[in-house]
């Protein structure tokens, strides 16, 4: 047994030598199952403390909000840091290995 334990990196086997998997799957579905319940009382609680009517106007809002979030990163993604030379201050490429401008190998990004 405790040769198994060795292979399978101190994991749980079953008799077989196969890992079992099975504590972490139920634990996975006992996570889940608690944040459901703490969303319905988040949601119960919302909704009787300010109202039905403003909770789904509300509910509504966030839900045009992210979906007009994701609309307007998809035309116009994040860019990165901008990256430049040390030697000579030339802005390069996000790929670049060296400055093509005057060949050194030292560079840095700046926001």
């Known amino acids: 047994m405790a ?3 060795e292979e399978s990196g101190g994991r749980p086997t079953d ?5 079992n998997r099975g504590a972490r799957i139920e634990m996975s579905e006992k996570r889940w199952w608690l944040i459901a319940v703490a969303a319905l009382l988040a949601v119960l609680m919302l909704a009787g403390s300010i ?3 403003v909770s789904v106007g509300l509910a ?5 909000g ?3 979030h994701r609309f307007y990163r998809a ?15 030339k802005i390069l490429p996000s790929t670049a290995r060296q400055c ?3 060949g050194s190998a030292s560079w840095s990004m700046k926001n």
């Open 100 to 102: 093509k401008f005057c």
């Open 75 to 89: 035309r116009r993604p994040k860019k990165g840091p901008t990256v430049y030379c040390l030697g000579c201050g």
């Open 66 to 68: 992210i979906l007009g």
């Open 60 to 64: 509504a809002a966030v839900g045009a």
């Open 15 to 19: 008799g077989c030598g196969t890992v």
């Open 3 to 5: 040769e198994e334990a």
């Open 51 to 53: 109202g039905l009517a």
